[in-house]
């Protein structure tokens, strides 16, 4: 069963012509080379499932091919499973049987790289003895603290306004990491049956927590080269008005997108006139490798609030240490007010060391910043280097922060490579695991966080594995691979 509001959106004659690009290269027959190009689209994500294609006549017309070519193309797509005619309302896309994306069991004497993260950065240790000799000062009360300490709701506030967003520190909640952050807004924003805008491909936490509290998620196309598909988001927000629309604006997790400011504004005005609550995870956001050293810092956006309403995700998850489990939410007094109210039926509160911990580190956070892109650098060049000579047919994108490569396979045999992988001792998420049903198979996510070893231990597991999956990688027409 899925979660999808079907037929949110419409792709036109033009665009779907544009994404079609030079579909009439392949020698095969008009009516497959079309059908085949459609369902790369869809495998990839980049039609998302739920999207209505054009009507048969209108297509045919502008490709400048005949009503059959594209009536016959349809009705493979129909019988592939890629398409659905329904009636009233045309053909809409679909994914064949959900394919189950393999998920580790036991990671014992495996190398787990399912996780874009870091070790803990220098000096929490030193940090915690610190905030342990403050704590004197904060044990006469019970200790439950549904909405932060004020040191440091604070300091996370002065962060905000260092980085160009005028913030107080009662705009703040302090939560048990962003993941905490993002069910505890779905739960507060969203009611069964509502609409959710999520990203394709995104972050698979959010679709959970999204889909807990009941919404149907919608979503839309981000990609490394095109960033949003601003069309598709347009007008799904226009078709739908969605309560809420869960983005990534920067450093897109798995893509590396960063959305522009110009970009922004727009996005943040479209919400607005729907009403719909835009959540900005910026979990990432700090998280630049190029462009971060004083000689050659780079203008960045700025965060996605300061260009209109957004409700604003942050965590110290990627910068400082996932060990801590401190997040937060940045939002309106008003609603910060729910959602620490609501909060009590997950949870009664963050604990106090560790955001004391936190607020010692946020005072010299620039620095812990700077180390975390040295790293951060070494590791995407090794990464990046090591795969485009290992794997010349792969795309490889070198992206300009945040802690993975999306990287393209040139086949739809993602979920292939990676059980290929586990037998070689190393796990890595599928493309699909940041899909919706099924798609994007033709893409992995490869984090470019670990120790040297690691990734050369993981380089070489790739290879191995992917020799595995050679005989098998060009299929005739590019269906998802029933092996899953
Ligand atoms: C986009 C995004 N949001 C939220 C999270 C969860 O972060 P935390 O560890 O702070 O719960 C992650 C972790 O990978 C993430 O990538």
């Known amino acids: 069963m899925t979660n999808l509001d079907h037929g949110a959106t419409t792709v036109s004659s033009r665009a779907l012509g544009v994404l ?5 290269a392949s020698s095969a027959p008009g009516y497959l080379a079309l059908a085949d190009r459609i369902r790369l689209l869809v495998l990839d994500g980049r039609l998302p499932v739920g999207t209505r294609l054009p009507s ?41 049987a959900r394919a189950s994306v393999p998920r580790p069991t036991t990671t014992e004497g495996l190398l787990d790289l399912t996780k874009a993260a870091l070790p803990a950065v220098d000096g929490i240790a030193e940090a915690a003895q610190r905030a342990a000799g403050r704590l004197g000062a904060y044990l006469d009360d019970p200790g439950y603290d549904p909405v932060g300490r004020p040191v440091l709701r604070e300091a996370i506030a002065e962060r905000y306004r260092r980085r160009g967003l005028e913030t107080s520190a009662d705009q703040i909640v302090v939560t048990l990491g962003a993941q905490h952050a993002i069910a505890l807004l779905a739960r507060v924003l969203v009611s069964r049956g509502d609409r959710a805008v999520v990203e394709a491909p995104g972050y698979p936490h959010a679709f959970e927590a999204l889909r807990g ?24 927000l226009r078709r739908t008005s969605p309560p809420v629309a869960y983005l990534m604006p920067d450093f897109h997790n798995p893509t590396g997108a960063t959305m522009p400011a110009d970009q922004r504004v727009r996005v943040l005005e479209a919400a607005a006139a729907e009403g719909t609550v835009v959540i900005a995870d910026e979990t990432m956001a700090e998280m630049a490798i190029d462009g971060v050293e004083p000689g050659s810092r780079v203008e960045r956006p700025l965060p996605m609030a300061a260009y209109g309403r957004a409700v604003t995700i942050g965590s110290v998850g990627k910068s400082l240490w996932g060990g801590l489990r401190i997040g937060w939410i940045r939002a309106e007094r008003p609603l910060v007010d729910r959602l620490v109210r609501a909060r009590s039926a997950g949870d009664l509160g963050t604990p106090v060391l560790e955001q004391l911990v936190v607020a010692e580190l946020l005072g010299d956070f620039d620095r812990v ?7 951060l650098r070494r590791g995407r060049d090794r990464v990046v280097h090591g795969l485009r000579e290992a794997f010349p047919s792969w795309q490889v994108p070198s992206p300009a922060g945040g802690l993975t490569t999306w990287v393209g396979l040139g086949a739809p045999v993602s979920s292939q490579l990676t059980l290929a992988a586990r037998r070689e001792g190393l796990l890595l998420a599928a493309g699909p695991v940041f899909g919706i049903d099924g798609a994007f198979e033709r893409f992995l996510r490869v984090p470019f966080s670990y120790a040297d070893s690691d990734t050369d231990r993981a380089l070489a597991a790739l290879r191995a594995a992917w020799d595995g999956v050679d005989g098998v990688q060009a299929p005739a027409s590019p269906l998802l691979a029933e092996v899953v």
Do not use: F
Not at 20 to 24: H, I, Y
Not at 219 to 227: K, M, N
């Open 20 to 24: 079609l690009d030079s579909w009439r």
């Open 56 to 96: 048969e006549r209108d297509l045919c017309a502008h490709l400048g091919v005949s009503r059959t070519t594209v009536a016959a193309a349809y009705a493979a797509l129909r019988d592939s499973g890629h398409v659905d005619s329904v009636r009233g309302s045309g053909s809409v896309v679909r994914l064949p």
């Open 213 to 236: 509290a009941g919404a149907r998620l919608v979503p839309v196309s981000v990609t490394v080269d095109d960033g949003w598909d601003e069309a598709a988001l347009m007008q799904t």
């Open 369 to 375: 910043l700077e180390a975390r892109a040295g790293h």
